[in-house]
């Protein structure tokens, strides 16, 4: 599968934006989806989780409250709602697909597919 995320740019502090991953073939809809990020000179991160049929979701600590994800299967499509934006939620984010995770992971390794990234900068 190839993914394809979207909607990353620059806003101020305490604003929003929605990134989307958009996935290609068929079987998108068995994938467990996670959205990671990686700031400058740091570890990529786990920010959200969700499983193939969108009924469990998982959230970092440092997100939760803040951040939805969502999917649309139909569309083959993951979002990532981003509200009350800090200028520490700066990096570019990733979405990823698991073929074989039974629940969602925080470990990257156990992610089989990866999106380019898209960046997303928070001023203050």
């Known amino acids: 599968v190839q993914l394809q995320a979207s909607g990353g740019g620059l806003v101020q502090a305490g604003g929003s934006l929605r990134l989307s991953c958009a996935a290609s073939g068929r079987t998108f809809s068995s994938y467990l989806m996670g959205w990671f990020r990686q700031g400058p000179g740091m570890e990529r991160e786990f920010v959200a989780g969700?499983?193939?049929?969108?009924?469990?979701?998982q959230y970092s600590d440092s997100v939760k409250g803040r951040f939805a994800i969502s999917r649309d299967n139909a569309k083959n499509t993951v979002y990532l709602q981003m509200n009350s934006l800090k200028p520490e939620d700066t990096a570019v984010y990733y979405c990823a697909a698991s073929r074989y995770a039974r629940t969602i992971t925080v470990v990257p390794g156990a992610y089989d597919y990866w999106g380019q990234g898209t960046q997303v900068t928070v001023s203050s």
């Open positions: 969700i499983s193939w049929n969108g009924g469990s979701t």
